[in-house]
């Protein structure tokens, strides 16, 4: 399938170059001049290699349909990861690198989405948006305003985040897992 090349974004598998590349970060600049572009980072699932391409609006680029199954992650083992398939209850283990900056936002249990390309795992989709709780927040600076100012906070798994002001230690909160940005308190 087709798509534009101001609509990748990062877990994304491409066909590039007659490779198979997955997005790991993504910017997207409009310029004073000239169109808008996305500077995209892309790792090739193959042979390793990373790349740097810049994509105008007006590009099209490849996306893989990949065939999808449901696996739960169990237990991280040295730089390998551990999921089991919940249909046949079958153990692989994947390296780690395989997430990228995600597998930062991996809990035991978790549901996730491995993705394969000709019967081989390349990819793991971890849910969208999730739960955790900020161990470390910066106080609020005194004057700050509560329009658009935002402070740094840390979170159970180490990830730093940005956060309103009004966000302190120990608040349960909403994480964009592939932005690493706050999407809201937790219910």
């Known amino acids: 399938m087709k798509i534009s090349g101001v609509d990748i974004r990062p877990g994304n598998i491409l066909e590039y170059e007659g490779g198979i590349w997955k997005v790991a970060k993504i910017q997207h600049t409009q310029p004073g001049k000239g169109g808008a572009y996305m500077q995209v980072e892309m790792k090739n699932l193959q042979d390793g290699r990373k790349t740097n391409v810049r994509f105008r609006s007006a590009d099209t680029i490849e996306r893989v349909r990949l065939d999808t199954k449901d696996f739960q992650y169990l237990y991280a083992e040295g730089d390998m990861l551990v999921f089991m398939d919940t249909e046949t209850y079958e153990q692989i283990n994947l390296p780690a690198d395989l997430l990228g900056d995600a597998a930062a936002f991996l809990e035991d249990g978790m549901?996730?989405?491995?993705?394969?390309?000709?019967?081989?795992?390349?990819?793991?989709?971890?849910?969208?948006?999730?739960?955790?709780?900020?161990?470390?927040?910066?106080?609020?600076?005194?004057?700050?305003?509560?329009?658009?100012?935002?402070?740094?906070?840390?979170?159970?798994?180490?990830?730093?985040?940005?956060?309103?002001?009004?966000?302190?230690?120990?608040?349960?909160?909403?994480?964009?897992?592939?932005?690493?940005?706050?999407?809201?308190?937790?219910?």
């Open 111 to 187: 549901q996730v989405l491995l993705e394969l390309w000709e019967e081989k795992p390349i990819s793991v989709q971890l849910p969208e948006q999730v739960e955790a709780t900020i161990v470390e927040a910066d106080a609020v600076v005194k004057g700050q305003t509560a329009s658009s100012s935002y402070k740094p906070a840390v979170l159970e798994n180490g990830v730093r985040v940005m956060v309103p002001p009004h966000i302190e230690s120990g608040t349960r909160i909403v994480v964009d897992v592939y932005e690493r940005t706050y999407v809201g308190k937790a219910s």
